[in-house]
Structure formats: structure tokens, C-alpha cells
């Protein structure tokens, strides 16, 4: 089990979230609530990207439990952005490493995953072996999050990302019953291009992980006309998390099983996920 | 708060008590049971004696997580050990970094801990005054664990275990009440020559961190005949543990409170600890 | 031996200096050509200040060797500065550990140091007793060079900086020769509050690591009308480092033998520098 | 390029051919004399056997520099071998962690290997896919090296290991030149069951990395009575290394380019070297 989130709308420090909410990221890699783990320690990242949308994200990862590490609170304090991601890792059993710590990054592409594929070992070489020739050696770590991402790349994430999340959805349950497995896969996913934040909440048995959206900003400055931090942030301010990080009635709404949802630039939508 | 274990006995792979009882040390950092934190996973470390009273003890100790890391399993399951000391961390503030780390080794001397000095950054510095100077630069660390040791080894370890650290908590306290703190010291601590096991457990309000030592081996065997293990090694065999590692009715003794124990070596003492 | 580097001037993102030159900072942590040691693998760090005078430097630190640091990279590809130090630690004996890296950091202060206590172990403790008490619990390592940034900061650095460096060598000069050392110090120092970067140069034997400051824009731009990073950078644009990290020139000065120079904000000053 | 050395003989501490020769290999770790790096900083790695042959080797990774690991140290300070392999990497390229440390494991059989695959990146895919299904997933990191041992377990190393090293080296050259790459492999190999070691020095150009073995140890004994370290170990205990360890003059001999040996168990072989 992991936990990720990720934000879009008005620049903001990363500790905002990463650090100062009463159940925030961080608070969560040492006491989560939801799901079965309750310590996440197996390494953590962070993906952000800049004001300008012209550049590639930078990425901090490291295998250091998160709740004690002294670089990632130095950046989350010091670095400011509009959209990133962040994930810290409960290993299902691949190495704690930097190349298998999320966001794993492709141009200029971030991807976390919470959730497995069901007895890796047995299909991983088939997976492996869907991976375009022209990706194969840029993957890095031992992950199945990892190869779920490449899979996504081949199967055109850069021009349809719900569409190459279904494909990718798609093989792994065909490879996966092939091989006898009933419930071949488990997941929440975020991934971005910069722009928008694509969030994905699935499981071949029908019992998904956890995943959360904040609702629009323009209905919680209603609710909340006291919090000032409401008023501050841009209309279409929005946060994605595996469990909520404040307790805020009615901040936080459950993406339905099987579905996906869209956020950023304006828009914000909620749609089936159907794996082909 | 902390957790350790101290084996003397018949020698036996690591692994024997760090991995596979139920409620095992390393088991531990990830889920402990008894005391306020249940993660332990700021570091860790383990201390060794050879088979051959003449060696300086080997210790080995990382910032990981015990739970994910791999030389750990690896030294456990391949180095034997008549008596060593391990030990995991959850740290109260200082550093994660292996100079942190338990077991503090000074010559033939191991030294563990679980516990804290109350309000240290006030008392640090007179309390580092108090250290022998042909000792204080060999502190490598920042923990109030090392200067209790340097401490110890200050009025006496070496010749009188019990006496040093009773002088050694003895000027804790005073000090601490001399900066107005009400509960200067809560403290297991755990130290070796490679002979005996001094086993320690005190605190300033008379509420200290759980410590329990195994019942004797003879005992057990007539309680338990169908335990192998419990036939093979020999009569002497003690552990000493901040918490039970396995579920076994009359196999675990709490240390009293204000009281230290001997181990080792045929010897098999407990006495009360009065500070000086 | 280490080696280390200020910069002060127009913001650049950090990897202009620390990645791109051909001798870069980073590329001398594995090919240094000045001084003895031509490795400077016991870990790095990195200090900035923010485009805003009003808020503490960020630190980043590691104890990997910073030319396989992905996480140094990132960062340095996506943070922009007006004012950093970095360093690359060979160390003299002490551990590698984070907390043992270069900058250390106090409130808004930073400081690097190249060199060494001579017989460090011996005078420690002396020296240690020297710092104020309410800055000793803030110790965190165990370095000569975090002791000396200690020392400076009991003797007003955030007052009189030159006066502060100048009493703390003094002290470090007496305390070594009363234990009989010839030689007690061999330093250059970086040190900066956010506005200004100080730059000291001495040793007990009038034969000091190297330090060089670059010459002023103005001039260089004159001499090298065809380099257009030269016609871009501000006026007051310098760089302070332990050896030069480009062949041009004309480009590099040496910092005298027993003088500090002060750079930023338009000042630009090189003085005597003589122990108290 | 990298640095490794295998022992085969008498059981000795790890550190007396790690720390105690004048080159040692941890020396080597920061000063290499041979080869065109003279520093092997990315990580390093120890494997030995124990005594009774009936045992998993036991492994000690890490990505640290050799040269100022403390656990290593620890380690090779208490751990005695008859027969064992350290390896110092230089990375080519892939990433510095845990699971790109030689020696890699299967079973009872330990791999190193200095040099590379050219063009790596185009080729690995290709490889991979000749890994056999059952190996496959045991694949945990991203090098090069570990990508040959699991090629040659497939050929059935643990059977006929040179046949199945012939059978690799030459899917290596095959695969690399039909994508056009000349000299598509650089290598020497050491691998051993816990029984014997087999060495293998290749390179498709013929320019093989250095490679020695060391003199019987009869002759060395008549050559050098005087050296009682020389009296003490069997008479066949040998040593292979990527450079000599120690300046003596006829102790070292070149492993011939293409061209493999086999030690331990009494036998002592040079045979040619035939990719297939």
C-alpha cells in the first residue's frame, strides 16, 4: 500500500500540503489511516513542475523514510509550484531503491501508481515484452508501477492518456488471467503531462484502493467563508489524494470505482474507466 | 521511543531472534506492540561478540529501516554469535545517521538504549563537561544515548558497571533539577563486555519503558518438552528485551522497576538501581 | 581537502556553475587538479537564498558522492539563486554523515570551510567549551569545520564578521599552541548572511589551500566581447572558489595569503586578515 | 571500469586482502593505478562462503564508496572465508543502487564482471528476451553485468559454467553487431559455485581489461621465505584480481586475452576462450 497526491491550481510552497495539514503526506508515510499499512517508509518522491510550462519536471526521490528526511523538507519549503505530484511507497516486495520510488518520469510525463499487479514475477516478462523497443532500456527500477507507466507510453499516453491507461489496464488483466490469476490488478494512478492531472481508480475484483478529490474551490469558500487560505487560491484549485489530509466536511469526495477524472486548466471532469 | 535485545548463550545465527520469532526484533520496527510509537524505523544496528573473548566486538548499524534492509538479512543469516546486542530506532529528535545508531561500541564495551534525557538541548552541554577529556572527542554522535555511555565510561563502566551508571544517572538528575526539569531521565539500557549483560531500567518518575528478561533455561525445558530448540541450547541462555518476541506463557519477566540485572557467564542476579 | 564555491550576482539556476563549466564543482569532486587529494567523495552540499532577502537559506546535503547525485542534479537544473555556496567534502577523518556536509546553516547564515584543526581530537573539547552556551545543544555533527562556524557565531559573526573569524582563529591558534601544535589551522572559509558572501584565506603556516574570486564583469566583458553569458550577468556578478572552474584568462584572482575579501551588493572589498 | 578480486584458499579474515595489502582493493576504491578511472566510488559489494559448503553465499552490497563504509570494514574484520569475491564499481551509465552492486547472486553462484556492453541501451532488450521465462523476474537492477550473469544461467552456467560464458559472449556479439556495433563486448568475469572460481578475460576488440592471477604458492615460498604469511595458507590458495594488490615481484601473472582459468579444489586451469 502507498499514498500519493497531487495539486493543480495557484503556485503554492509544497510543505502547504507535503507538511502542514494535520494528516498530510508526510504524516501519512508514519501513520496512515486507511488500508491495510499503516507505515509507508519505503521510500518517497516528488514531482514538480514550474511556472514555466516549457520545462521538463524535477524530480526528488530518495529511499529514506519520509517523515525523516531533511532534504525533501528543505525543498517542500523552499521550492514553489503550480502542479506536482508526490508518493510515498510501501514496498509489495521490489527493492527499496531510488529507480523504483515514484514519480517515475518520461519527458515531460510524471506517473505515481498505489495498488500492484498481482503475482508480478509470474507475467512481468510478458509485460515486459509489450514495452516499445525504443522504451524498453530507459526503464529503470524492478516495479510493476514502473511498467505499468512504460506500457501507458507505448500504448500512446502522450496523445490519449485514459485511452493508453485502458489498453495498459487492458493487457495486464488478458496476461494476467492467461497465466491463471483471478484479480490481476489493483490501482489507483496520476499521472501529468504539466497541464492537467489525470487520476485513475480501478481493480480487477472491483475494490479499489481509496482516492479523493477535492471539491471545487468556489463551493468550499461558501461553506468555509472563515479559512483564508480558501480565498487565496485560484478558482480551479484542486488536490487528488489516496486519503483525505484534513478533516473538513464535505471537502473530499470518493472517485467511484472503475472511473477516472480530469483536472487542471479549467477543466474537471469524471468519466468510466474501461479497460479494453 | 526504542527497542532492544541482548542474547547470551550458546551461539546462534542472528536470524534466530532478529527474524523469525513471531514478535521478532526486526518485526518490531515495523509493528511494535507495547509503548507509544509502533514504527521504529529510524535506523538500526547490531553488535556482536566472536566466538573468541579477545576480539572487539563487530557492529554494523544503517539508517534504514531494519525491516527493508538487505545486509541486515544477510550478516544474520550467516554470522553466529555467543552474545550481541540489537537494537532499533525511533528517534526523538536528533539525527538519522549511523553515528546515532545503537549499539555504541567504546573497546570491548556495547552499549544500548530506549529512553530519553528530558529537555537535552539545555542540559547537553553540562553534561558533555562532565565527559573524561581523553574521552570526548571520540563522541561521533548527537544523542543523549552516547553521552549517557561516555558518561558511564567516565565514572567507572569498565570496573563497575552498575556503580557508573548510577553515578552516571545520578548526575543526569541533578542536573536536570537544576534546570527545572521535574523527570530528568527514562531509561532500559542494555551493556556488554563480552562476558556479562547489564541490564538496566529506571526513570526519574518511577514509570519506565517495559523490560523483560526470558526465565531460565531448565525451567522452561520442564514447562515446555516439546520445544526443540529449548533442548539444544544451553542451560545459561538468557535474553533481555524491550518487549516479549514470542507468545509464551511464563517464557518473559519484567525487570522491576529501579532495578538492574546480570547475565552470563553462569551468573543470574537482579538488584535495585539507586542513582548517586 | 575539500573544495568549495560562492556565487553572488544575477540568479542562475545552480547547475551553470555546478554542472556546465568544464571544471565544475561537481566534476572536481572526482578530478580535483589542485592539492593533494583528487577525490572529494565524502558527500556535498548545497545552500540558497531565495529571490526574497527575508527568508532562510535552503540546504541541500547528502553524503553520496555528488557526481552520481541524480537528486543533485534535479535540483540544480530547476533552482534559480542570486546568492549559493556549495561544497564537496574529502574528509579528514570524521564521518560521513549528513550532518558532518558543508554549508552548515544558522538562521540566515551559512558557512563552508576547506582545511582542517590540526590534532583536532586533542583540542576538541576546548575548543567546544568555548561556544556559548545556548548555541552548544545546536551542534549537530562532528566536524572541525561546523565547531569553527560555532566559535564564530559565539564572537558576533552576525555582528562582525571578519571580527568574528578572526577571533575564533585566535582562539583555535592559542588553544593548539598551549597543546603544543605547531600549526593548529589550515582554513578558507565562505560564509554569507543572504546579502553579503565573506571569503577568508589563511593558515598558521602562511601556506593556505587556494582560493580565487573572479575578476570583475565589467573587465571581462571587455576582454572577452564574444562570450555572451558575460553581457548578460549583472555588473556586481562574482564568484569565490577553491580552484577555478573554467580556463580563461585573465578571469581568476588569487586571494591573497592571511586576507578575506567581501562580495555583493556592489561591494567589493579584500582585506588583512590577522587572528585575534 | 571497475575492480574486482576473488579468493580462493585457506580461510582468512575479508580484510586481509580488502584493507591490509598496500593496493588493496578498497584502496583501489579511490585509487586505481591501472585503467583509464582511477576512482571506483559507485558502490561496491562482497560475497563469501562459508565454511561448510552446504550454504548460500552470503552478500554485502552498498552504494557508498568502499573507501569510507564502516559497515564494510566491521564486516571484513570479523568475517572469516575460504572462498569469496568483492568487486569496486565505476558506473558506465546505469544507476548507483543496491541492486546494480556486484556480486550479483543465484543460488550458490556469485558473478562479477568489469568492462560493459557498448551501446547497451540498443541491445539490452534484445538480451533480456533470451533470458529464459523462469529466470526473468529475478532481474532486479538495470546493469549490464546482471543482464550476463542470468544470460549465462540460462546456458546453463550452474552445468558447464565456461561453455555457458562462450554461449553469452557470443549472443553478446551477435546481437550487438547485427545493430551495427563493432566491438560489442569488454569484459572480465569471475564466478565461482562456492567450490572453485572461474575467471574469463575477453573483449571483442582484443584489448581486454587487466586481469592476474596469482603464482602457485610453493613457488612463492621458495622465492619469499622470509614472508611467513606465505608459510601459514595452503598450498592452494590462490588469488585473481583486476590489478595486483600487492608490489611482488614475480607473484602476479597476466590472465592471457581470451582465455579463462579455474581455481579452488585443488585443480589450477588456463584454457582458451571461444565466444559461441
Redesign the interface.
Known sequence: MCRWLAYSGSPILLEELLYRPRHSLIDQS?HARLGVD??N??GFGVG?Y?ASNA?TP????????A??D??LR??A???ESPLFLAHIRA?TG??????NCHPFRYGRWLWVHNGLVRD???I??DL??A?D?SL???????TDSELLFYLALTFGLEDDPPGAVERTVGLVEQTGRKHGIEHPIQMTIGTSDGESVWAFRYSSEGRSRSLYYSTDVRTLREMYPERPRLQEVSDETRIVVSEPIVDLAGAWNEVPESSYGLVGGGQDELHPFRPR
Open positions: 508514519l499503516t507505515t517508509g519505503d514538480w514550474g520545462d524535477a524530480v526528488f526521490r530518495s529511499i529514506e523514510p517523515w525523516n531533511r532534504n528543505e525543498i519549503s523552499h521550492v514496498s521490489t527493492a527499496v531503491q531510488q529507480t508480478f514475477a509470474r512481468k516478462r515486459a515484452l514495452v523497443g524498453y532500456a530507459s526503464i529503470e527500477g524492478s
